[in-house]
């Protein structure tokens, strides 16, 4: 119980509710916003959005009936571009799959300091969601708030606050 009570009160510092800022912006912008500017001045979500030029360019993906229509360009690029412009300083680490052990070890190294966005994640095999097989292939954004053992507290801007993933979930995804 304690540590529910330390998530949740992270959460009320954060002011999770006042920065949800509803469907107008994609997951990535969602994920920047409630895992890291809520330390931060920066509150011109739109801005952001429209930075990462993520919004302005779609293309067809021809014989995939989930995913009809794509970002022209990779949602981590954009978050790139709009985090350089913007002046504010990030990290970013890739790892391949047989690195997933290194990787998590950075991550409970990197949440003593603050939360982490994590992704781009693939939805359909985030087992929380509702019929998570209709997303596949779709990249998707989280925030990790804490991790406990190996159960990552986490936000998803899909309507999620707090909810507990384990590791085997997020190396499948």
């Known amino acids: 119980m304690f540590y529910q ?3 949740m009160e992270k959460l009320i510092k954060m002011n999770y509710c006042n920065l ?8 990535h912008t969602q994920a ?4 890291f500017f809520q330390n931060n001045s920066y509150d011109d979500y739109l801005l952001f959005e429209a930075l990462t030029t993520n ?12 995913r009809v229509l794509d970002s ?35 991550l409970k190294e990197w949440l003593k300091i603050d939360n982490v966005v994590i992704g781009p994640l693939n939805m359909e095999d985030l087992d929380y969601l509702y019929l ?27 309507g999620f606050v707090n909810i507990k993933i ?3 979930t ?3 995804s």
């Open 5 to 7: 009570n330390q998530v």
């Open 32 to 35: 920047i916003f409630n895992g």
């Open 20 to 27: 949800y800022k509803g469907k107008l912006t994609s997951c």
């Open 170 to 172: 997020l190396f499948k």
């Open 55 to 66: 919004a302005f360019g779609v293309k067809y993906i021809q014989n995939d009936s989930n």
């Open 72 to 106: 022209f360009l990779d949602f981590d690029l954009g978050i790139d571009r709009a985090l350089r412009i913007l002046n504010i300083d990030f990290r970013i680490e890739y790892f391949n799959l047989n690195e997933f052990d290194i990787a998590f070890e950075m």
């Open 132 to 158: 998570p097989n209709l997303y596949k292939n779709l990249d998707h954004y989280l925030v990790v708030t804490d991790i406990l053992d190996n159960e990552l507290s986490i936000i998803d801007s899909e």
């Open 166 to 168: 384990d590791k085997k």
